[in-house]
Every structure is written in structure tokens, then in C-alpha cells.
């Protein structure tokens, strides 16, 4: 009982930072309140959405209980009526969305567990129910999915959802688990916004000359590239 | 029985201007009879396919019924063979569009009732079914999504199928309450393309020097901007 | 028996060689190892997890079975470690593309036929699997969707899912007609590939100066077309 009323509780604050993060979204791109409330209701609600379908867990959990869809509404709403108070709206996105990472991470992991899928399946979860709102968000804004950039997100949210499974599988008490999740990875998204850390990216080879790496960079032109070997 | 082929006509037609409207956007970015199809039968068929997922009406219309698939492949050939008579394509297809955007939100509000969902959500997937056609057909041809513009474009969607639904709890009966919302969604949406209404979007707060302003509106660079505050 | 091993063998094959191509696109942005995992798994099991979703067949199979989600981050981590060693990366994720189409259109398609569909939706479900993938992997890393683009692609995928459901429907053993789908697919591929194939494209009628052509080809531009009849 306990347990699931925590699990609720981590799930409505990610639903709550994540339609606000969405919100700021809209703001900074100067939407009328429709943009931010599509924009924040599909950041919102949308990684929990595509981890119900992907475990059938159909029809998905807004069409069950609308409440958490009127939330996301009402965040959205309230952000269009507040967004000029933060100085600068961009940090707070980045926090925000650190956070509904974090927590997402946890509760879609516990989800997976609790219809019954294996410890692999219950992280990939977590990461897609952490990410993919985000996902939703940037592709819908039009901006670079953030999932790609070589900071460390996805990598924060796998280690939440690892974490949490971990410790449940040790016997540690759920909420304790969900807690040690949360943290794991609040702490390594922090620290990356903090002290701009990301994973070495991948390199070509040494010795290509300048002109091979820029073009190997470059973006594929069906025509120009075909008759490379 | 006069009920339900009432909204199946209301569907078919808004799968077939959807579809015309998917295929002129492969018009015009002159591709083969193949993005034709594709892009034709994606907008055709994406808003209900996305509210039968949503919904859990698995497998999906088209699966079960594959003459909506036929259909647009069908439409998407033919306007492959005779997109060169209209004399402006473009303005064609958001009146297409505007066309289907009112018939899905009633037929899609209509289906999530039949199937049991309450108000909230009956809205909602109108709204879904009449715009994600768009959204899929946007985000594969590679233009802004509509839905974000700021344009009044989801708020005729939402208008028509609140109308709907609103009548019919009112005590309407099914094809009079039909016609009302796909009417205000129709009126509301033609008004918008014929004056260029749309609503207040979001400014900054008064007192920001206009260089402020420029920053803000600039997608979000993370190396740049992470260390503002 | 055999039947159900040749046509698992066949989505196996089909995984790992879109895993490889998504893992590709990823080295050819440089980006870290999450990145390739990312994408090489969302374009290994995207096409399958799209056909799961629209037949219904939940939860997706990875869910059941996550040994092919294992097998794809293993693959893309395997691509980070040894992406340098092709000469010409964009070479081989053409020709893993080629092969990953011409399989996924045959196990598409049988897939569909197992569960009860029609002809004509399964051979729907061939394309759907054959390039949903790749449409992820396009609109994650930010690239034009190869579907849309002239050459000859999705026109493969739909010859071979349609050569093995006709073939099945003329009696031929499964094998058989797996087999000839797929050499079907990848023949077709492959001489686009090789001579550069591509259908006519739509152009405009005849008598348009240039400047009509020209503008016709521009992104819709809602503010200043609207006015245009």
C-alpha cells in the first residue's frame, strides 16, 4: 500500500516537471497557450504513454485516469501565465527535466516489474519512460533530440532504473530502492549539467587527413557518396 | 444503425481529404508515386491509427478492415496522376485539411464514447485523431508541424469535438450534435485561414533589452548556454 | 517446424544488420557509446516493435523475449568498438540497409499472415517493418527519412513482401517463398543501389515559367502563401 502510493507519488512529480519542462519549451519558442499545452501535455505524459503500449498495458494510463492528462493541462496553462518570472527559463528546463528523469527512470522500471517482465526488459523501461517524453518534446519543437547529444542523460537514467532493480533483486525494501534509483541517478545528471561531463565520442581513426574527416562528418547525400568504396 | 453511418461516412471522408492533403505535400516536394502513397496513406490513416493504439482497439482499423488502406493508396495515385490541374496546391490542401481536421475530431471523439472513455478523454482523442495525421504527415515530409503554428489550428479541433461531445450529453441526438461539432470546428478553422486569426502568443516580459530578447529566442545550444543563470 | 526456424533465422539476421546500420549513422555523427546503442537498437527492433503495436500483438516481442534487445545494444557496442575499421562506413550501411529491408519485408509479412491478416494488410506489414526502422533511426539522428527520398527503397520492400504472400498463395512452400521475396527485395535494391535507379518524379505541368516552378518547390510557407489562389 505504502509502496504504491509512493511509486504514484514519484510518478505524478515527473508528470508535473516534465509538462513544465515541455511548457518552457513552448515559451522560449514564443507559442501561443495550445503550444504549450500540446507541448507540455505530450512531454508530460508521453514516455509513460509509449511505455504502456510497447508492455500492453492498454488503453494506456491517461484514458484510465484522465487526472494525470488535466494536470499536465493545467501546468501548461499556468506556466503561459508565469514563464516571465524565472530569469532564465533555460536552467530551469534543464533542472526540471533533470528531475522528471530521475523519477521516471524508477517508475517505469517499477511498472515493467510489476507486470511481470524481467530485470533487462523492467530497465530498458525506465529508460524509455525517462527519455522518450523528452524525445516527443524535441522532435515536436524541432530541436536536436537531446537523447543524441553527447552529454550524459539516457546514461543517468539507465543507472537510476539499474539501480533501483538492483537493489530490489538484493532484498533492499522498495521504497528504499526507488529512493537509492532516484538518487543514483539525480546524482550523475547533476553532476553532468554541473560540471559539463559527457562520455568520449566516437573518433575516426588516426590518420585520416582533414578532408577525409570532414567528409565523413558530413551529413549522407545519396548522390555524392554512392560511388565511394 | 443511421447513427453509426453517419460517423462512418464522417470517417471515410475525413480519411479521404486527409490522404489528398498527405499526397500534395509529396506534390509539392515533387517526389515519386511512392511518397505519394506513403505520405498519403501515413495522413490518412495516422490520427486513427494513433487513437486506436492509444485506446488499445488493437489491432488497428486498418488491420481489420483494410479498405481505408486500399483507399488511400488509391487517392494517393490519383493525385499522383492529376495533382497538376489545381492551380494553387497549396491553398487546396489546407482546406483538405481543414475539412478532415473537423471530421476527425467528432468521428474520433465518437469512437473513444463507443468504446466507453469518459468526456475528458473523449475530447482529447478528437483532438489526437484530427491532428496526429498531420503531425506524422509534417514530421516524414519534413516541415514544422502545423499543430505548433501559431495559427488556430488544434484549438478548431478541440472546439469541435467539445461541442460534440457536450451536445450529446446535453441529451442531443448522435447526428445533430454531429453536425454542430464539425460546423464550430469548420467555422472556427476557415475563419482562421481566411483573416489569418490567431492567438496571443507568448512575449517576454516587458523591460528586456532587445539583444535579451534575441538570446531567448534561440534554440537551446547546451554548451553555450549551460553556464547562464 | 523448420518453417518457424528459417523465418526466426530470417528476423535475427534482419536485427542485426539494422543495428549495424543505426550504430553507423552514430559513428558518422561521433557520438559516444550510448548514442550508438541508442540508435542501433532503435533501428534493429523499431520496424518489428511499429508491426507489434499495429497488430496487436502485445506486449512487443522484446518484451517477451529480450534476447534480441540484448543482441542489439551488444551490436551497437561492437560498432563503437570497430567503426573504424571500414574504409567507407556509408558503403556498408547502405548495403546492411539493403539486406536488413529484404529481410524484415519477408518476416513482416509472415508475421501478419500467422496472426490472420489478409493479403493486403500483410504485405502493408512487410513495408511497415522494413522501413519503420529505418524511419526512427533517420528522424533520431536528425536526417532526411530515406522513404522519402527518390531512389528506388520502399518499392523493394513492397515487391518482396508481395512475391512472398503471392507466392504462399500459389501454394509454394514457405522456404520457397521466403526465399524468393527476399532475393526479389534485394535484387531491386541492389541495382538501385548499383545504377543509381529511381522512379519518375512528379513535376509540375508544363508551360510554368521558372519562377512558378521555383516557388512551388519551397517549404509551405503559411504567411506568405495563404494569400495565393
Same mark, same amino acid.
Given at each position: ?11 505524478? %512529480? ?8 515541455? $511548457?518552457? /519549451? $513552448? ?32 488503453? /494506456? ?10 494536470? %499536465? @493541462? ?6 503561459? +501565465?508565469? $514563464? ?6 533555460? #536552467? ?6 533533470? @528531475? ?9 522500471? +517499477?511498472?515493467?516489474? =510489476? @507486470? ?7 530497465? !530498458?523501461?525506465?529508460? /524509455? ?13 524541432? =530541436? ?12 543517468? +537514467? ?16 522498495? =521504497? ?8 543514483? +541517478?539525480?546524482?550523475?545528471?547533476? !553532476? ?12 575516426? #581513426? ?24
Amino acid at each position: 500500500m505504502l509502496v504504491q502510493t509512493v511509486l504514484t507519488v514519484l510518478d505524478w %512529480c515527473g508528470i508535473v516537471v516534465f509538462a513544465i519542462s515541455g $511548457a518552457l /519549451v $513552448a515559451s522560449r519558442k514564443q507559442m501561443d497557450v495550445v503550444g504549450f499545452v500540446l507541448l507540455g501535455t505530450a512531454t508530460g505524459i508521453g514516455g509513460g504513454t509509449v511505455r504502456d503500449v510497447l508492455l500492453g498495458q492498454l488503453p /494506456v494510463f491517461w484514458v484510465r485516469a484522465p487526472g494525470s492528462l488535466v494536470t %499536465c @493541462v493545467a501546468v501548461s496553462c499556468l506556466v503561459f +501565465a508565469t $514563464a516571465h518570472i524565472p530569469q532564465s527559463r533555460y #536552467r530551469v528546463l534543464l533542472w526540471a527535466d533533470a @528531475v522528471g528523469l530521475a523519477l521516471f527512470a524508477v517508475s517505469g522500471a +517499477a511498472t515493467a516489474l =510489476e @507486470v511481470g517482465a524481467g530485470a533487462v526488459v523492467a530497465v !530498458a523501461m525506465g529508460v /524509455v519512460t525517462a527519455t522518450f517524453g523528452g524525445v516527443i518534446r524535441d522532435v515536436l519543437g524541432g =530541436e536536436s533530440p537531446v537523447v543524441l547529444s553527447r552529454e550524459i542523460y539516457v546514461t543517468a +537514467a539507465l543507472l537510476g532504473a539499474a539501480a533501483f532493480v538492483l537493489a530490489l533483486q538484493a532484498g533492499a525494501p522498495r =521504497e528504499l530502492a526507488a529512493g537509492l534509483g532516484f538518487t543514483a +541517478a539525480m546524482l550523475l545528471r547533476g !553532476a553532468a549539467l554541473r560540471r559539463a561531463w559527457s562520455l568520449p565520442r566516437y573518433r575516426p #581513426r588516426p590518420g585520416r587527413t582533414p578532408d577525409e574527416v570532414r567528409r565523413l562528418g558530413e551529413p549522407p547525400d545519396d548522390g555524392r557518396d554512392r560511388n565511394r568504396t
